[in-house]
């Protein structure tokens, strides 16, 4: 890249630090042009940088209130993600809320969200009439999705004799049969990259024993090399399931993309046993796990790069009409501030490819 370099500070919390800010990562960014600075989040912001993009998986009220100083002090910096778009993901309701809503012309696969009613107290959980029309068995998920331990604990519930263990607010989904193979669609801006990582068994409650009416679970996909070599069954699994078709799952991604304003999430997606052409999105996550994809490095700094071009015709109105034509990006997300110069439709790299990941089903 010719000319200045272009800053991106981080705020991430240490797990994500750690897996995500990886020497390979930094090396490569720098090496075109892009640096990439920590940022101290017990100090204020505006006392560090200075920095053309933030990169966030951080919150808190203290937080959002420094990015909204430094919206205002640095106009021209991009904000990734902006914290109200991230914010609708922390609700699992509002997070599948725009999968209903979004329109995708495809004759032959289908796709959607499974069954699902939302529960806010004990009251209600044993209220047979709010239950109306949802089969057994469900996964209670908890309602908020803000990233701790407890917003990942779900369980498995096959009859209605158990729910004193469940604790509202709560999301009951109806668990669909899918072949024990989840898809995970990984999007970094224009990018989108589909993986296969294992799931819960079909009809779980034969697969899995007497369970006593409620079996719990956490982050079934993140299995460590170790358990996934031992599980030769899963490998072989794995192997043999056929991904969704490319196009159809780009063409969710985008959607997604557009209507959510977000350019670094990832979804979950299942495909109905019955109906081996419908697929069901079942979670949206923030700034996922990009560090198991294989070459993310690449993926993140070509990403980072096309905002250092975008940066760049934002400044300088000469070069404008030049990134007009090449960019990769269409970046209403990044800020309402920031002006529309991009093509969503132009360029973007897409693969899929086959990711054995996953963990056992425990309690
Ligand atoms: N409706 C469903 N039908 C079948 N299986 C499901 C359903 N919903 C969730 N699962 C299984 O449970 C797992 C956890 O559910 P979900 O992805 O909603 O949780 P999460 O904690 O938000 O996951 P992540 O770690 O991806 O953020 C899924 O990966 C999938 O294996
Ligand atoms: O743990 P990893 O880095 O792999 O990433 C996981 C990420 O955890 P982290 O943000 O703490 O890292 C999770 O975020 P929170 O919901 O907990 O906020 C969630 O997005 C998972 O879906 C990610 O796994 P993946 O979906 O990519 O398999
Ligand atoms: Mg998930
Ligand atoms: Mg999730």
Known sequence: MEGRRFCIGYALAPKKRHSFIQDSLVTLAASRGVDLVRIDTDRPLLDQGPFDCILHKFYGEDWRKQLMEFRV???????????????????????????????IDNPDESFGIPKQIVIYDKETLFDRQAWEGLKFPVIA???VADGSAKSHKMALVFNHDCLNKLKPPIVLQEFVNHGGVIFKVYVVGQYVKCVKRKSLPDEPEAKLGNVDGLLSFSQVSNMTPREKIDDKHYMMQLDDTEMPPLSFVTDIARGLRRSMNLNLFNFDVIRDSKIGTRYLIIDINYFPGYAKMPGYEKVLTDFFCDLAQKKEALNNPDKKKDVEDKIVLDLQSTDQQTRKIGNDEIGGGQSVEREKKGTPVQD
């Open 141 to 143: 998920k908890p309602l």
């Open 73 to 103: 002090k640095n106009p021209n910096a991009f904000i990734l993600d902006s914290p109200d778009s991230i914010e609708r993901l922390h609700n699992r309701i509002s997070m599948l809320q725009v999968v209903s809503e979004l329109k």
